[in-house]
């Protein structure tokens, strides 16, 4: 989403009501029919409107990608029992909000979470089942102020740059392709800090459907950065723009190089049709680092991609395919990003080290939606030279996953949605020995572990020196 909140918002618990609620109704059972008081304690105002402000209504209000608003009470109302459905699927590909980490297995410290806990999804299904109440307006927090959709959320930038402009026919098919490339006319060599990518058209908002392909035209634009004599190492991993996609802050000692005299190149686009003729170019913002700043790390990308080809039968679920790499240096991970199509469902990311399998992260997967989810600072996996990670898809291709045009087709690799695609798309710091050791000297501090403790996505954290019985790592 484009818009981010402009204050932080209080954690929010209704543990306390909920149970209640849960007591009186088991005692109601027992004690013919007595209404159940404890569940019409959950109110709007209250209860609700908290969880809707922290994880709703970034996309839930005019003019954002959702298809209804849920700012107010009169606005939420009437979807009181397809709320209460949609948050109860937790992980599945069609829970709200769109956030499909497992919670019962792998790492689950992640940045910006908005996913609900189990109180908040029980407060939304007590809410909706009492009747969808009201409660009293003196509980309704401020409302959220979101940013303009001209507006950008790094700050004014320091260079914007524009992509060529495109012209769409309402009814067109869609077109993939390159665009021709554009001069930044940066004078000398600077860091990014951040960037922010959108699409800017003269399609009519208000008329348009209230749909995310009535308002855009280009699905998803690949782009790079080539200075003059930029090598092939020194070309940097820019995030592609893809439609609904937040602005980057980059890990503030990796700030991304753009060099003196640099274009921008744009090796492929999507273009869709949106019903009406369009036209759009996508502006870039850059947010640079003051002059003299130099990065102590360098973000590189890791894709842990299958590259045989996917073998997806017709009319089965549960299918499963793994790919398997060994890491030749030492590296900690910040996102687990699954990127599937169609037919995918879920995936799994497991680091193996020597008889050591653990399992970092598990998502539900739904084409239907980019994300990437960055781990914490302190939970990011460090893993020694010598992982082999392993990478699990499920794939259903059967009439329930509605992503599936047609599942009485097999479908191979490729790079149309109906074909198939398994990558874990990855972000990675490359660390030396010494810098491995004190990131896990300071692991072990923060989570005081104990010698030999394992923990979860640092299979040596626990050791201060190196275990018995392994090979290779980092030790000394
Ligand atoms: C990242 C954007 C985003 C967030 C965050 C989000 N939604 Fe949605 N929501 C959508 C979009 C887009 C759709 C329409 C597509 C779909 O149904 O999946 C939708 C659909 C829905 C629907 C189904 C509407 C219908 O027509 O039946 C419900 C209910 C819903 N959201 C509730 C919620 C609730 C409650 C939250 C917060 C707990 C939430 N959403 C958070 C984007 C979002």
Redo the contacts with the bound molecule.
């Keep these: 989403?484009t818009a981010e909140h402009r204050r932080t918002l209080p954690r929010f618990t209704v543990a306390a009501s909920v149970l209640a609620a849960a007591l009186v109704c088991s005692a109601a059972q027992t004690v013919a029919q007595a209404p159940v008081k404890g569940a019409r304690d959950v109110t709007f105002t209250k209860d609700v409107a908290p969880?809707?402000q922290r994880?709703?209504q970034?996309?839930?209000r005019p003019g954002?990608?959702?298809?209804?608003s849920?700012l107010t009470y009169e606005d939420a109302r009437p979807?009181a029992k397809?709320?209460k459905?949609?948050?109860a699927l937790r992980d599945k590909p069609?829970v709200?909000?769109?956030?499909f980490i497992e919670k019962n297995i792998g790492i689950q410290q992640y940045k910006g979470d908005?996913s609900?806990s189990d109180d908040?999804i029980g407060a939304?299904a007590a809410w909706a089942d009492a009747g969808a109440p009201r409660g009293n307006p003196a509980d309704m927090p401020p409302p959220l102020t979101f940013l303009d959709a001209s507006e950008w959320a790094i700050g004014q930038p320091d260079l914007i740059v524009s992509s060529p402009t495109v012209t769409v026919k309402g009814t067109a098919a869609d077109w993939w392709g390159p665009l021709a490339e554009v001069q930044t006319s940066l004078a000398e060599d600077r860091y990014v800090a951040a960037v922010e990518m959108k699409e800017v058209n003269d399609l009519d908002k208000a008329a348009g459907r209230q749909?995310?392909g009535g308002r855009f035209i280009v699905h998803h634009l690949i782009w790079s950065a080539v200075g003059d004599g930029t090598s092939r190492t020194e070309i940097e991993a820019w995030p592609v723009h893809e439609v609904?996609r937040n602005a980057d802050f980059f890990d503030p000692a990796a700030g991304k190089l753009l060099k003196a005299g640099s274009k921008l190149v744009f090796p492929s686009v999507h273009l869709h049709a949106a019903g009406t003729d369009a036209r759009a170019h996508v502006d870039f913002a850059f947010k640079f680092h003051p002059k003299g700043y130099q990065p102590a790390k360098r973000v590189l990308g890791l894709d842990l991609t299958a590259t045989l080809d996917l073998d997806i039968r017709p009319m089965e679920a549960n299918q499963k395919i793994e790919t398997f790499t060994t890491l030749d240096r030492n590296v900690k991970m910040l996102v687990f990003e699954p990127h599937m199509h169609a037919a995918g469902v879920r995936m799994c990311l497991d680091a193996i080290w020597n008889s050591m399998a653990q399992t970092l992260s598990c998502a539900g997967y739904?084409h239907?939606?980019v994300r990437v989810y960055s781990y914490a600072d302190d939970a990011a996996p460090l893993l020694p030279k010598g992982t082999i990670l392993r990478v699990t898809g499920y794939f259903d291709n059967t009439p329930a996953n509605r992503n599936v045009v047609d599942p009485r087709n097999w479908s191979g690799l490729g790079h149309r949605s109906i074909d198939n695609m398994m990558i874990n798309i990855g972000q990675v710091l490359v660390l030396s020995d010494d810098e491995l050791q004190q990131e896990m000297a300071h692991r072990r501090e923060v989570l005081h572990l104990k010698d030999g403790q394992t923990v979860l996505g640092c299979p040596l954290c626990g050791y201060s020196k190196k275990p018995v019985g392994t090979t290779g790592g980092p030790q000394k």
């Design positions: 989403m969880i809707l994880s709703c970034g996309c839930h954002s990608v959702a298809p209804m849920l979807w397809a709320m459905m949609r948050t069609t709200m909000p769109p956030w908005v609900l908040e939304i749909t995310i609904g739904n239907g939606w």
